[in-house]
């Protein structure tokens, strides 16, 4: 069965640090992969996604993740954390054949001043 | 500005009550879809469907219930035999019939709580 695993439930990132937020998914088939981020009480917004191509993909607020079929990891990424970057972002997988995406539990990032 | 609604934003129930979340998009979409979110458990699939007139269960579709007999809406019902009710509920919609290549897109969320 497909999985989706997000180890760190919590991180905290001071500002203007990098990070990186980590996905690793059990899948037998080319996975569609996806970021989300979800702000308290609100839904999700879509941040990037990978489909196929080029493995390093660039989304939205300045993101990026990086696609490597070796490790099963599709980890999402930021130079310099902002405040407003606080949130929970969710991983999630899909593939070809299959009938629903499966989302991972999330991570919640806390930014320090 | 397309989108999608949901309503309401916050939402109670008391015992042996039925109670119906709304869902209206008007991005066009065919597919449409419900989520359950708990702490920690991230989101899981109830309900979803691929055109009007047509829905499959999800994971969790106990308790629950769904109609489309619109293309821009997808309610949710959720029963009296739902024992936990208690959660976030996420309405989301895709371009397509449901192809997971294609991203979904997210209402802000019903909370409903139980009196």
């Known amino acids: 069965a497909q999985s989706v695993t997000q180890p760190d439930i919590h991180i905290t990132v001071s500002e203007g640090a990098s990070l990186e937020l980590r996905c690793n998914y059990s899948?037998?088939?080319?996975?569609?992969l996806f970021w989300y981020v979800q702000s308290p009480g609100q839904g999700l917004q879509l941040l990037l996604k990978?489909?196929?191509?080029?493995?390093l993909v660039q989304g939205i607020k300045g993101f990026e993740a990086e696609f490597k079929r070796s490790q099963s990891s599709f980890n999402l990424r930021k130079p310099s954390v902002h405040w407003s970057d606080a949130a929970e972002y969710f991983c999630?997988?899909?593939?070809?054949?299959?009938?629903?995406?499966?989302f991972g539990t999330g991570t919640r990032l806390l930014v320090s001043p | 500005d397309g989108g999608i609604t949901q309503s309401p934003k916050y939402l109670f129930r008391k015992e042996g009550q039925n109670v119906t979340l709304s869902c209206e998009q008007n991005?066009?979409?065919?597919?449409m879809y419900w989520y359950r979110q708990d702490p920690g458990q991230g989101l899981r699939l109830i309900y979803y469907s691929q055109i009007v007139n047509d829905f499959q269960k999800g994971d969790i579709a106990e308790g629950y219930s769904v109609s489309r007999e619109k293309k821009e809406s997808f309610p949710l019902t959720v029963t009296s035999a739902q024992k936990n009710p208690t959660a976030f509920y996420l309405c989301?919609?895709?371009?397509?019939?449901?192809?997971?290549?294609?991203?979904?897109?997210f209402g802000d969320g019903t909370r409903l709580s139980i009196l």
């Open positions: 989301a919609s895709s371009i397509g019939r449901g192809q997971l290549n294609q991203p979904q897109h």
């Open positions: 991005l066009n979409h065919d597919a």
């Open positions: 990978y489909f196929s191509g080029d493995t």
């Open positions: 999630a997988v899909g593939a070809e054949g299959f009938q629903k995406l499966v």
């Open positions: 899948y037998g088939a080319t996975p569609y």
